[in-house]
């Protein structure tokens, strides 16, 4: 589970949407991306908050996945 959020990730369906399936109001989309960025170490710009409202789970999921840093393996 995401630290603030009402969200548990293994019982989440990817079509799922935010604000209509899970019940999202703007203030909880934003609580929760506030979260995503400190628990995946991201920044989400701010133009594409407004994108993110009626996202499914599978689109967020791709996002935050776009989002993140590539990790090398092997790198000390």
């Known amino acids: 589970m995401i630290k603030n ?3 548990n990730l293994s019982e989440l369906r990817g079509d799922e949407r935010l604000n209509f399936e899970l019940g999202y109001d703007s203030h909880a989309l934003l609580s929760l991306l506030l979260d995503i960025e400190d628990e995946f170490g991201i920044e989400v710009p701010p ?3 407004p994108k993110l409202v009626g996202v ?3 689109d967020l999921v791709a996002m935050i996945e776009s989002e993140r840093p ?3 393996e092997g790198s000390s």
């Open 56 to 58: 499914a789970v599978a």
């Open 47 to 49: 133009e594409r908050v």
């Open 5 to 7: 959020s009402r969200l």
């Open 70 to 72: 590539s990790v090398r």
